[in-house]
């Protein structure tokens, strides 16, 4: 029994060498969070105020908007057609964008034609009416 009172004595040494470092930094632990707390005390209870302050402006401010509240949706409401209204311009100039370039090239095309042909009317007039001069004169020899 002499040897179990002593490994008992052993382990009870052991555990309170173990609990009295853990006791001591709960104990500073616990001092550091009082101090904060008592810190923190005041500060928190200047941003209530602060929070209370402004919870009553926007309570103010709320109160002078509400009779407006209809007229800002009908102004929110011109506003989505009239946003309506540029878009539909917008794929409108985005179309004539797309569109210009292919009839320009048209009238270019035509014009080259209308030319082409008029200038070969010319030719057939001219040398169906002045056929005098013979083939040496025609290939310029």
């Not at 006791?23 to 101090?35: D, G, N, V």
């Not at 302050?53 to 109160?63: D, G, I, M, V």
């Not at 002078?64 to 011109?78: K, R, S, T, Y």
Request: a negative charge; charged letters at 25%.
């Amino acid at each position: 029994m002499e040897g179990a009172a002593l490994v008992g004595a052993v382990l009870a040494g052991v555990l309170v060498g173990v609990l009295i470092p853990l006791l001591l930094e709960a104990r500073a632990l616990l001092r550091a969070t009082r101090r904060q707390v008592e810190e923190l005390g005041p500060k928190l209870a200047d941003v209530l105020v602060q929070a209370r302050a402004a919870t009553a402006t926007l309570n103010k401010l709320s109160a002078d908007v509400a009779p407006i509240g209809p007229q800002v949706a009908e102004l929110a409401d011109a506003l989505a057609s009239a946003a309506m209204a540029v878009q539909k311009v917008r794929t409108g100039i985005n179309m004539a964008a797309a569109v210009g370039p292919a009839v320009m090239a048209a009238i270019h095309a035509f014009r080259t034609v209308s030319e082409e042909r008029r200038r070969d009317d010319e030719d057939e007039s001219d040398s169906g009416d002045d056929d005098v001069s013979g083939p040496a004169e025609r290939s310029g020899v």
